[in-house]
């Protein structure tokens, strides 16, 4: 059975939190550059899941807590 997986990554270059379901190359939607997932560390995968809905409602909720604690950082 075909599973397609949804990671939560944050980019290695620009540390954008976004979702991937590709299984080999990460590649960042903010400054388009491109990473081979060799390993966890690579790309940095945060949370893996198999509903999409729950991907996208993790990552919201992850910028906004992130965006309260780093508040005036970025
Ligand atoms: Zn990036």
Same mark, same amino acid.
């Given at each position: 059975?075909?599973?397609?997986?949804? $990671?939560?990554?944050? %980019?290695?270059? *620009?540390?954008?939190?976004?979702?991937? &379901?590709? +299984? $080999?190359?990460?590649? %960042?939607?903010? *400054?388009?550059?491109?990473?081979?997932? &060799?390993? +966890?560390?690579?790309?940095?995968?945060?949370?893996?899941?198999?509903?999409?809905?729950?991907?996208?409602?993790?990552?919201?909720?992850?910028?906004?807590?992130?965006?309260?604690?780093?508040?005036?950082?970025?």
């Amino acid at each position: 059975m075909f599973m397609l997986t949804y $990671k939560v990554c944050r %980019c290695p270059y *620009c540390g954008t939190v976004q979702l991937s &379901t590709a +299984k $080999k190359t990460f590649k %960042c939607v903010r *400054c388009n550059k491109t990473r081979v997932f &060799t390993s +966890k560390l690579s790309v940095p995968v945060i949370k893996e899941f198999v509903n999409s809905r729950h991907a996208t409602e993790f990552i919201l909720k992850y910028k906004k807590v992130k965006a309260k604690s780093l508040d005036g950082f970025n």
